[in-house]
């Protein structure tokens, strides 16, 4: 072999490349590429942890509830959720402290991204084959997101609520895409607003179940 020829695959062997930007894979095309007995080989996503803080407080004990909410349809990759993720749990661990709220990322990244490699060095075109056989390798995760879906939820008290927004605020910074900060009108991660769960309370027609409520129906024996 030439020694044109040894230095392109030796450059084969050793081609560590970087992370491409997000602009390659942030606007959403194709169809969902989900990991499957068809597609192996699929690098681990980034993010692990999807609770964190005091996720075993009761549904009494966090009323408040605030959201990051995406206004974009896009994709967000594994390493942006959790780079996002750190920022808002430490911003919250410091200012309210470890066990005062309860942080949940609401999306997975099941979408596949694909990279067709390409060599860079000396020899590469005798090696590469262009666009022939171009369906990539497996190369990461992304999150696919629709318009107003939430990225992260908090919850936590009423006294705590800048903490909670400042957070979350911060975790912006971390994803792509124009985002938003919105508290919500439910109590904690239950589905009532929080006038309608204090009457439900009284009434008898709900009980706790951990952070959510377990609803009393109207049905069962007959009692006299």
């Known amino acids: 072999l030439s020694r044109r020829l040894c230095g392109g695959l030796h450059c084969l062997r050793n081609n560590q490349m970087g992370r491409r930007p997000a602009r390659c894979y942030r606007y959403v095309r194709n169809k969902p590429y989900p990991k499957s007995r068809f597609c192996r080989g699929v690098p681990d996503p980034k993010i692990r942890i999807y609770d964190l803080g005091n996720k075993k ?16 349809r896009e994709q967000v990759s ?14 919250l661990s410091k200012m309210a402290g470890k066990d005062a709220f309860h942080l949940r990322v609401r999306v997975h990244p099941w979408h596949i991204l694909r990279i067709n490699k390409m060599l860079s060095c000396a020899g ?30 908090v919850r936590t008290k009423d006294a705590n609520m800048p903490h909670a927004v400042e957070a979350l605020r911060r975790s912006k910074f971390k ?4 985002k938003c900060v919105i508290i919500s009108r439910k109590w904690g991660f239950t589905k009532f607003d929080r006038s309608d769960y204090l009457k439900l309370k009284e009434e008898g027609h709900i009980v ?11 049905r069962g024996p007959l009692k006299l």
Do not use: W
């Open 175 to 178: 994803i792509p895409g124009k």
């Open 208 to 218: 706790p179940d951990g952070s959510h409520v377990k609803i009393l129906r109207n």
């Open 57 to 72: 407080a009761s549904v009494e004990q966090f009323p408040l509830c605030a959201h990051l909410v995406v206004l974009e």
């Open 124 to 153: 590469a075109d005798r090696l590469q084959t262009g666009m022939r056989g171009a369906f990539g390798k497996p190369t990461g995760t992304v999150a696919r997101m629709s318009v107003g879906q939430v990225i992260y939820s």
């Open 78 to 91: 594994s390493e942006a959720l959790e780079a996002g993720r750190v920022c808002a749990n430490k911003y």
